[in-house]
């Protein structure tokens, strides 16, 4: 228990002393300093006389009145406006007020108007009986108005504090991540009070997590409050039985399983009945939305795992499929020339041996696919921004693939030149003649033209292939992702589309897919365009 000092207003023997001197069956830990910082010095509380000296003025006004129409305006009604007069004063200023005009009203009331006039004495009886009913349902009348007014100023507190715990929750409901929730919940309480903190539980125990102002820290002893709510999952602090020492009021947050944390808020003063209740309401929304982001998170992390599972899977896939297969074209050519060479005739050992380069070629191309797609992934790719010509561009990128060598070329001459990166962009056409070469048949024609759009440029490739289905057409760009082109299935990695995607994005550009196309026959195959937008230079 905390050792405080002996009032000089209230001599007498200490609850420490008394306690120390029955301590034969327990121990006693004394605290000689509180641990507390010391709370801001209270200013004196200056009694308000505005309500006495309008109480007053009415008085004498109506006083004043009735002495002037004393000949048309009996005493008994005197009475009933000096009564009036008392129930207003108490609803419009409390209780004392009230009680202040019904003791001032019964002696104007006896001295100027009841006879013997101009004294306190009464000659009537019956004006002894009058006088003290008034009396009686003066203070009565000021008592009862003076309570519906503390009660009407509670109830609009309680209103307030509704009001504000409402417009909490829809902030709350637009945090998207934990520190969010932390950093409203402390900011809402520092509302209600001079400061708020949020301390959230772990192994080593309450570490706080958001503070305001920034920089509010709990002192040893209000962190022990702090640790005493969070174990036994009721308040402490200020206002409470538990530590009441301590200038903190601290709330804990509990869930389905316990308590997670605590929300502290420092008020000037021992919290009113409405502000514990806010406070309280507070605790419990600051809960639920701390467990919702928790929730949020470890949902995201989940599907985040999935999906680096599905990926890691379909590159598995991918390697033990396309490796595998140019891996063992390659074997089998390497064995039967390494055993058979001598016997094999010119032109057998010719076809083997360009079997065996075409086939390292598609492995490079793999190979080159997975390191462009890591170099993404990774963030470690660096885009050089400059004014390049897209007629040379795209002459590279045919020369590179095999199959596109009668490429139609249409580039307008309003879009020559483009901002790009010029390795990354004749890796993007390289991908997308590759793709338009897999799918469509070998006597159609692949064309790549240009057009120039306001500010941008935009370069597509079309061929007259099996298309895409609509709704396979948001997923071409994802990796490994392989659209279904009817009973064809061309050798790839499904990576040839991610990464033009990727690059363009890198560029400051855009790229979408559109099929069927629109310009050729209905009877025909669908064909796919794939277009990109860069800004124009």
Known sequence: MGRRAVSRWRPGRRLAEALTRRASAYTLHFVPVPAAAPAPPRRPRRPDWEPYAVAATLLGLVTLSGLAARAYVPQEAMGLIFT???????????????LFTAIAGFLLWNFFFLTPLYTLSVADPRDVVALLVFLLVGVLTGQLAGRVRQEAGAASARVEALRRISLFGQRLSRAATLSDVLACSAEEAASLTPAGIVLLADAQGLRAEASHPPGTALDEAAQAAA???ATHGMETGAGTSTLPSVPWRFLPLTNSQGCIGVLGARPLAPPSAPLAQALAALAGQSALAI?????SLTTAR?????DSQKLRNALLSSLSHDLRTPLTSIRGAAETLSQAGPALDEATRADMLASIIQDSALMTKFLANIMDMARVEAG???VRRERVKLEEIVEAAIARVAGAVYTRVNIAPD???????AGLLEQVMVNLLDNAVKYAPPDSHITVSAVRDGALVRLSVADAGVGIAPGELDSVFDSFFRASRGDRVA????????IAKAFTEAMGGSIRAQSPRTDLPAD??????IALELPAA
């Open 84 to 98: 009036g007069l008392i129930v207003a004063m108490a609803s419009r200023s409390g209780r004392n007020a009230g």
């Open 227 to 229: 640790q005493w709510c």
């Open 291 to 295: 467990e919702r982001a928790r929730l």
């Open 302 to 306: 989940a599907e985040a795992q999935q």
């Open 380 to 382: 470690g790719l660096t």
């Open 415 to 421: 879009a020559v030149f483009a901002q790009a990166d």
């Open 491 to 498: 050798p790839g990695t499904g990576l040839g589309l991610a």
């Open 524 to 529: 025909g195959l669908p064909g796919t365009i």
